[in-house]
């Protein structure tokens, strides 16, 4: 799960990016070790009809739509034949449906056609990037419906694959995404994606700006260590127990968006 890839991108959005230098880096090692990318949808599809996958499949995904997915990856994907999907955030992308909130420099529509026309898929990420379990059923559907529709009327194509902002969900929200037409949908987790995960909490593993090429090898071969992921993974659990606190708190009161 990348987010932005930029030299300097902004405070808000550093953390959760990388550089143009080590995405390169790592997709020389994806193929270098005989990985083959396959886009969220393909894997859905395999897993669905019990269908083969390449030999040693990888998921490359990109999170809320930043410019550096079009300038700096979509450059090194295509040296290497590589595909990847894109989770858009509508309301973050440059253009007539923007919303407040973007952390860094957007992609625009054209951009967004761009990467589809080079064969990435394009997959939703909501409108707005709420967190999408503290929302009342009205606003839920409203964003994750909002966001499919803007996408099949600016490409021509509904998506079918949706990530969940901030990597969390609740059955409510997966019924919602399954409600508005998604086959399959992403989490965080921080692990490795299972068929026994079920098609609409499909885990991933964050690639940050502090992940060493060292430790994205072992992310990538499965030998990932405790220490490698028990700082996402314990944020990933502590989010959980904020958000279902929450969520029990506006039960209780009454209160909902």
């Known amino acids: 799960m990348y987010h932005a890839v ?11 990016s990388v550089s143009p230098a080590a995405f390169a880096e790592q997709l020389e090692l994806l193929a270098d070790r005989g ?16 269908g083969p996958l390449p030999a040693r499949p990888v998921l490359i995904t990109f999170d809320d739509g930043y410019e550096g997915v079009h300038r700096h990856a979509l450059p090194l994907l295509a040296r290497h034949g590589f595909t990847a999907t ?3 955030t509508t309301g973050w992308l440059r253009g007539p449906y923007g919303t407040p909130g973007a952390p860094d420099t ?9 990467l589809a026309r080079a064969g990435l898929e394009i997959g939703a990420h909501s409108h707005s990037h709420p967190q999408l379990d503290q929302l009342g059923d009205a606003r839920l559907r409203s964003e994750i419906e909002l966001c499919r529709d803007l996408l099949h009327g600016e490409l021509g194509r509904g998506p079918v694959s949706f990530a969940y902002p901030y990597g969390y969900s609740s059955r409510r929200v997966r019924q919602a995404v399954r409600d508005a037409g998604f086959a399959q949908s992403l989490a ?17 593993i964050t690639v940050r700006r502090r992940t060493t090429a060292a430790e994205f090898e072992r992310l990538v071969e499965g030998r990932a260590g405790v220490r490698d992921v028990a700082r996402d993974r314990a944020l990933t659990k502590g989010y959980a127990v904020v958000r279902r606190s929450r969520q029990a708190v506006r039960k209780v009161t009454g209160t909902g968006v």
């Open 35 to 50: 990985f083959t990318p396959v886009t969220t949808r393909e894997l859905g599809d395999a897993w669905r009809s019990g």
């Open 188 to 204: 965080v987790g921080n692990a490795l994606a299972r068929p026994r995960q079920g098609p609409y909490a499909l885990r991933r």
């Open 106 to 114: 957007m992609l625009g529509w054209d951009q967004v056609r761009a």
């Open 86 to 88: 894109l989770f858009a």
């Open 6 to 16: 930029g030299a300097a991108p902004s405070p808000a959005a550093y953390a959760l």
